[in-house]
């Protein structure tokens, strides 16, 4: 059974920084994309970046461009979320995502395994 559990949430200064890590179990994510999406009250989820797990290339929307990183961890089956200088606005549960590749991984619907989220607060 696959497993995406997402950790390292918490309250920050905006400015500051944040990582968060998703822990991926149950399967081998070879041909699969991982990514990270938020999702603040009364809101839609919105894709915030992702990253294929077997060559590493990234994506970002451009509100994420040069403030975030996403990067991952084979040995410790992680995918990991650095945010910096993040806005009080980006105020979230973040959610760890699977896509197959090929799919639109930017796109909720493409995404077929969900962590349960951890709460990111951006403190102005």
């Known amino acids: 059974q696959v497993q995406l559990v997402e950790s390292g949430g918490g309250l920050v200064q905006a400015g500051g920084s944040l990582r968060l890590s998703c822990a991926a179990s149950?399967?081998?994510?070879?041909?699969?994309?991982l990514g990270w999406f938020r999702q603040a009250p009364g809101k839609e989820r919105e894709f915030v970046a992702a990253?294929?797990?077997?060559?590493?290339?990234?994506y970002y929307p451009d509100s994420a461009k040069g403030r975030f990183t996403i990067s991952r961890d084979k040995d410790k089956s992680t995918v990991l979320l650095e945010m910096n200088a993040p806005k009080p606005d980006e105020s979230s549960v973040y959610y760890c995502?699977?896509?197959?590749?090929?799919?639109?991984?930017?796109?909720?619907?493409?995404?077929?395994?969900w962590g349960q989220g951890t709460q990111v607060t951006i403190s102005s």
């Open positions: 995502a699977a896509s197959r590749v090929g799919r639109a991984y930017y796109d909720i619907s493409a995404n077929d395994c």
């Open positions: 149950g399967r081998t994510f070879s041909g699969y994309c």
């Open positions: 990253i294929t797990w077997s060559g590493g290339s990234t």
